[in-house]
């Protein structure tokens, strides 16, 4: 409203009052003047300040939510986890169950195998001696271990790093599963012997199944030598970095050569 109109509306407000005063209307002089005062002041103009503009709920950025949900969702499978005794020998020797770690967005997802005695007492996969090898590959991609997700297809800890037993395999697949729903990668890699076939449902070897991409669920698989493996047998590695380079390619990486 113009500072004119103000002084209109100021100055009918006050005719109304007086003809009401002469008429012989009692009428509270606060209230009206409360009107006045209101009628002569302008409301103050909204402040913008751009820096620190406020978006409305609606047009706050999803993607900054995303990861959140997920995070979210992640949580509450592995306190599932975590209260797991399917397999009665595992839930019996294990310290804790290991459930994954990473980016809950991540393009890239790592399957290994079951966690071992590192990764029992810190709860976190792939920490030991051949988990900082697999940091190293990660490096060597040019990205960042907290930038991809890394998980085991068993979360607890065989009794002395046996092999997993296919009745175990079976019982915790359910929960690889639902990881996997939730995560949704691009890729997946495939570490080892007992991920790949377990993953691909395939009896095929590592040897026979590496270099390649499978289907899982629609989500490209490539398959490769086990971390702890390349511990073993060092020779193994170029092999492990021909499937690396593979994989770097189809993620739109800069592949060494
Ligand atoms: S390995 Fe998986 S299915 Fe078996 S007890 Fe642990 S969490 Fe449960």
């Given at each position: 409203?113009?500072?004119a109109?103000l002084?209109?509306v ?6 109304k009052s007086e003809?009401?005063r002469?008429?012989?209307?009692r009428h509270n002089?606060?209230a009206v003047?409360k009107d006045l005062s209101?009628a002569?002041?302008p409301?103050?103009a ?9 978006l409305p ?7 900054e939510?995303?990861?959140?949900e997920r ?7 592995a306190?599932e986890v975590?209260?797991c005794t399917?397999?009665e020998?595992l839930a ?5 169950t290991?459930f994954?770690?990473g980016?809950?967005?991540a393009?890239?997802?790592?399957v290994?195998e079951a ?6 007492a810190?709860?976190e996969p792939?920490?030991?001696a051949a988990g900082?090898l697999?940091t190293?590959?990660?490096a ?5 271990r ?7 297809m ?6 002395g790093n046996r092999t997993p037993g296919?009745d175990?395999?079976a019982?915790?697949?359910?929960f690889?599963?639902r990881?996997l729903?939730?995560i949704?990668p691009?890729f997946i890699c495939a ?10 449902n ?15 669920r629609?989500i ?10 390349l511990l ?8 492990v ?5 593979i ?7 800069h592949?060494?050569?």
């Open positions: 409203m113009s500072d109109e002084q209109v100021a100055r009918s407000l006050r005719q003809s009401l002469r008429a012989g209307v002089r606060r003047k209101r002569s002041v409301a103050p909204p402040v913008i300040t751009p820096a620190v503009m406020v709920a609606a047009a706050i950025d999803h993607r939510s995303v990861p959140a995070e979210s969702v992640l949580a509450d499978l306190r975590a209260g399917r397999c020998e019996r020797c294990r310290k804790q290991v994954g770690v980016d809950p967005c393009e890239l997802c790592f290994g966690p071992g005695a590192d990764e029992d810190q709860g792939f920490v030991g900082q697999l190293k590959i990660i060597a991609m040019g990205l960042e907290r930038r991809v997700y890394i998980c085991n068993l979360k607890c800890r065989p009794p296919t175990e395999i019982n915790c697949r359910g690889l599963e990881q729903e939730i949704r691009k570490l080892g012997a007992v991920a790949a076939k377990a993953l691909l395939s009896e095929l070897s590592i040897g026979r199944l590496r270099g390649q991409f499978h289907d899982y629609g490209p698989v490539l398959c490769t030598y086990h971390p702890a493996y073993r047998s060092p020779d193994a590695k170029k092999y970095w021909e499937d690396i380079q994989l770097m390619g189809k993620l739109g990486l592949v060494k050569t």
